[in-house]
């Protein structure tokens, strides 16, 4: 039931781009992504609903495609401070954000 | 607004004794929910309550148990202490009203079981 994410570890270069993937084996309704740095609490970084509603920062952008189960965030033109651990947590009914199950998560490491 | 604040920062404990842990959430959420993060398992879900009420639960024993208050803080119990609960212990608060949605953590509380 815990969705898989990929790659478990990428390596960028300041400016490049990044694709981390989410996938589960359940119906969603909904996918969450957030950021955890070493020692800190889990950052919220973007929502996404079944039928196409989202809401994030600005600069981050998502997919949801309902039919496959499946989660993409898009890290553009990377920054020093997107290294972290991504994680996309997902629930599969209206009303359980509350109860999300969390992937493996995605460690990011971006150098100079 | 103020953030989500768990209480203590750091514990550390004896196999066989009891904790409890505490987080305030955000003004005005009414959603609280508990995840266990340790780095084999990674985070996984404890339990959620809403207006005081657990409206989901996760897999774990029942020496896990929560409660929350009028006000929205809630408390997290562990009995009888297993070294395996050595964890970071995070809790999310969130505004549901309008169906799923964004839920903020707190910085977390760092448990170690000796």
């Known amino acids: 039931q815990q969705p898989v994410q990929s790659p478990q570890a990428v390596i960028l270069r300041e400016g490049e781009d990044a694709v981390i993937n989410c996938s589960s084996s359940?119906?969603?309704?909904?996918v969450h992504w957030y950021r955890q740095k070493h020692g800190e609490a889990p950052v919220f970084l973007m929502i996404?609903?079944?039928?196409?509603e989202q809401k994030g920062h600005e600069k981050i952008s998502a997919s949801f495609n309902e039919k496959k189960q499946q989660s993409s965030l898009y890290l553009t033109a990377s920054q020093l401070s997107y290294s972290g651990t991504y994680f996309c947590?997902?629930?599969?009914?209206?009303?359980?954000?509350?109860?999300?199950?969390f992937g493996q998560g995605t460690e990011l490491s971006v150098k100079p | 607004k103020a953030g989500v604040t768990q209480t203590p920062r750091y514990l550390i404990k004896t196999r066989g004794q009891q904790v409890t842990l505490s987080c305030s959430p955000i003004?005005?959420?009414?959603?609280v929910s508990w995840y266990q993060q340790t780095p084999g398992q990674g985070l996984q879900f404890l339990f959620e309550?809403?207006?005081?009420?657990?409206?989901n639960k996760g897999n774990f024993p029942g020496r896990f148990s929560g409660r929350q208050f009028s006000n929205s803080r809630s408390e997290m119990n562990v009995s009888t202490l297993e070294l395996g609960d050595s964890a970071l212990y995070l809790c999310?608060?969130?505004?549901?009203?309008?169906?799923?949605?964004?839920?903020?953590f707190g910085q977390g509380t760092r448990l170690t079981v000796v």
């Open positions: 999310a608060s969130s505004d549901p009203s309008g169906g799923n949605t964004e839920a903020f």
């Open positions: 359940k119906a969603l309704y909904s």
């Open positions: 996404l609903l079944k039928g196409g």
């Open positions: 947590g997902t629930a599969s009914l209206y009303n359980q954000g509350g109860k999300l199950i």
């Open positions: 003004s005005g959420h009414r959603s």
């Open positions: 309550y809403f207006s005081e009420t657990q409206r």
